[in-house]
């Protein structure tokens, strides 16, 4: 990479009718103590005055203005648009610490084998106030982490990873992902982590560098039925992430089954069968021994999760 100060970094801004919090997102990316930087705002299809906020910076920042086509859609006509080597993301309704991008510039030239960074966010609700997370819900130290190896032999990761303004990249890194399946319209973040993981060694940063704003549009954590939305979309980010990288399948088959099985404890069989991307990748296995393979790690999967739920039963009528 070029030398700190040099180097281009380019901020990437989501927005979706976030209009009420637009100003604030891009006005964070604006106050960078980092002097190198483009902003560019993918407005996607928005219904309320976002786009009349984004007319108002003029050539302050790189527009992107299109119909309306879900989060992943919004990540690659943004990076299309930009010309940076560093690419951080940042959703419309989330801002930056003005720090942010010249610890992001620091580390990377630190470790110039790293092709992706995720750090720690500041959880506020809607008025500002902190929101009192689970400790697992975050990221404890700092940590080069490489799981190409762990990806390829089928083991699930142990990590939990941030939101989408909490996932920075270097170019070459982002550019072998998209464009990414335009089919995550919500959640898109989900495929981007895991792809960057197979791809390249990165960092696991524990600083808060973000806020990420909890209010009811974006709810998706703190749904009722997240464990439900969850088992779903990881079956969804197994199927797309072996369509793209077909040498991921033994952990994509070990995500898959994972997430079957939890579905099926939340939702019961039929309903998990008949979720569309459940039935697609069945279509990787028209081989019966590769089918039956699949089908006895469902079984020791369901057998396993079911184990652990009974033994810490017991462990609670003790």
Same mark, same amino acid.
């Given at each position: 990479?070029?030398?700190?100060?040099?180097?281009?970094?380019?901020?990437?801004?989501?927005? =979706?009718?976030? +209009?009420?919090?637009?100003?604030?997102?891009?006005?964070?990316?604006?106050?960078?103590?980092?002097?190198?930087?483009?902003?560019?705002?993918?407005?996607?299809?928005?219904?309320?005055?976002?786009?009349?906020?984004?007319?108002?910076?003029?050539?302050?920042?790189?527009?992107? $203005?299109?119909?309306?086509?879900?989060?992943?859609?919004?990540?690659?006509?943004?990076?299309?648009?930009?010309?940076?080597?560093?690419?951080?993301? $940042?959703?419309?309704?989330?801002?930056?610490?003005?720090?942010?991008?010249?610890?992001?510039?620091?580390? #990377?030239?630190? =470790?110039?084998?790293?092709?992706?960074?995720?750090?720690?966010?500041?959880?506020?609700?809607?008025?500002?106030?902190?929101?009192?997370?689970?400790?697992?819900?975050?990221?404890?130290?700092?940590?080069?982490?490489?799981? @190409?190896?762990?990806?390829?032999?089928?083991?699930?990761?142990?990590?939990?990873?941030?939101?989408?303004?909490?996932?920075?990249?270097?170019?070459?890194?982002? !550019?072998?992902?998209?464009?990414?399946?335009?089919?995550?319209?919500?959640?898109?973040?989900?495929?981007?982590?895991?792809?960057?993981?197979?791809?390249?060694?990165?960092?696991?940063?524990? !600083?808060?560098?973000?806020?990420? @704003?909890?209010? +009811?549009?974006?709810?998706?954590?703190?749904?009722?039925?997240?464990?439900?939305?969850?088992?779903?979309? =990881?079956?969804?980010?197994?199927? =797309?992430?072996?369509?793209? #990288?077909?040498?991921?399948?033994?952990?994509?088959?070990?995500?898959?089954?994972?997430?079957?099985?939890?579905?099926?404890?939340?939702?019961?069989? @039929?309903?998990?069968?008949?979720?569309?991307?459940?039935?697609?990748?069945?279509?990787?296995?028209?081989?019966?021994?590769? +089918?039956?393979?699949?089908?006895?790690?469902?079984? #020791?999967?369901?057998?396993?999760?079911?184990?652990? @739920?009974?033994?810490?039963?017991?462990?609670?009528?003790?």
């Amino acid at each position: 990479m070029k030398s700190v100060e040099k180097i281009l970094v380019s901020i990437v801004i989501n927005n =979706y009718n976030y +209009g009420r919090f637009l100003r604030e997102a891009i006005d964070s990316a604006f106050a960078q103590t980092y002097p190198n930087t483009e902003v560019i705002v993918v407005d996607d299809g928005s219904t309320d005055n976002s786009r009349e906020i984004i007319r108002g910076y003029g050539v302050k920042i790189i527009p992107v $203005l299109k119909e309306n086509g879900g989060q992943a859609s919004a990540f690659n006509a943004g990076v299309l648009a930009s010309k940076g080597q560093i690419i951080c993301f $940042l959703d419309a309704d989330d801002y930056y610490f003005s720090e942010k991008v010249s610890k992001i510039v620091e580390i #990377f030239e630190q =470790y110039p084998n790293a092709g992706w960074i995720f750090h720690n966010l500041e959880d506020v609700d809607i008025k500002g106030f902190p929101v009192e997370l689970p400790e697992k819900r975050c990221l404890n130290q700092f940590e080069y982490v490489d799981g @190409r190896d762990t990806i390829l032999n089928g083991k699930l990761l142990k990590y939990w990873f941030p939101a989408t303004s909490g996932l920075c990249f270097k170019r070459d890194t982002i !550019e072998q992902i998209l464009p990414m399946p335009e089919q995550f319209f919500i959640s898109g973040d989900a495929f981007l982590r895991l792809a960057a993981i197979y791809l390249s060694p990165g960092i696991l940063f524990p !600083e808060k560098l973000a806020i990420h @704003r909890s209010h +009811g549009n974006n709810f998706y954590a703190f749904k009722e039925n997240l464990s439900v939305e969850r088992s779903k979309l =990881y079956i969804k980010v197994a199927y =797309y992430l072996r369509k793209r #990288f077909p040498e991921t399948q033994n952990f994509t088959d070990s995500l898959w089954a994972n997430s079957l099985v939890q579905l099926i404890n939340y939702t019961g069989l @039929r309903e998990a069968i008949n979720f569309p991307e459940y039935q697609a990748y069945w279509k990787y296995y028209p081989q019966l021994i590769y +089918g039956l393979n699949l089908t006895l790690k469902v079984i #020791f999967t369901y057998s396993k999760i079911q184990g652990r @739920r009974i033994l810490n039963y017991r462990l609670s009528r003790r």
